[in-house]
């Protein structure tokens, strides 16, 4: 955490009372020196403040890393704490449910770097698959707890788009000749109710590349 992350989120949401948590621009940096940084996050809006359209973005795809947000006690209290059927993707799912019922602050300052490296839980899970299937849960539980109207569109719209992102990682472990992880996005993105766009994607994918077993 860089200095003021807590000052300066604690800041934004005093100043905002319908706010039920607050965070900020975060990255994640790689233990080795040659590539420090992975993933820079999305700015969600150029100054500080409320977000606009929250839910529909968080619903999905996790667009915050664990250490980046913070929650109001209060708001933990009324939504109630992580749920175990969501598996690993229980930070994203509580996310969404804070969000059907609060606004959001938001810092566009990165004040937070993460750590990952080939020992981090986050690599295996998503190289056997498993993050793309526990995003998938996570979902199923999240449309209980959606708004009415978007209990009917977004959920299928977070399929295709964790459906998409299983193929996307599937394609790079291809390149780098990692064939069973590949095979495990693969299968995992196929399990996700597929719209007809993701199936045919897949199907594309396993068509085209040699690296495919029967392709």
């Given at each position: ?12 949401i005093e100043a ?119 995003a998938f849960r ?74 495919v077993p029967g392709?």
């Amino acid at each position: 955490l860089e200095p003021g992350f807590y000052r300066s989120l604690r800041e934004g949401i005093e100043a905002h009372p319908t706010a039920g948590a607050a965070f900020c621009q975060h990255r994640i940096v790689s233990g080795s020196t040659g590539e420090p940084t992975i993933w820079h996050s999305w700015v969600e809006r150029e100054t500080p403040g409320m977000l606009a359209g929250w839910l529909d973005r968080i619903a999905l795809e996790c667009r915050v890393q664990f250490s980046a947000l913070t929650v109001r006690r209060d708001c933990v209290e009324a939504v109630g704490g992580f749920c175990a059927d969501a598996m690993s993707a229980f930070d994203w799912e509580l996310w969404v449910r804070i969000a059907a019922r609060y606004d959001v602050f938001h810092l566009p300052e990165t004040l937070v770097n993460v750590g990952r490296d080939a020992s981090a839980e986050s690599t295996r899970l998503m190289r056997t698959g498993e993050q793309v299937e526990h995003a998938f849960r996570a979902i199923d539980v999240i449309e209980h707890h959606l708004p009415e109207a978007a209990s009917k569109r977004l959920p299928e719209k977070a399929r295709d788009r964790i459906a998409d992102y299983a193929l996307e990682i599937a394609a790079q472990y291809l390149e780098r000749g990692d064939t069973r992880a590949a095979l495990a996005n693969l299968r995992a993105a196929s399990v996700g109710r597929p719209t007809a766009r993701t199936a045919a994607r897949l199907a594309d994918l396993l068509r085209d590349d040699p690296h495919v077993p029967g392709a």
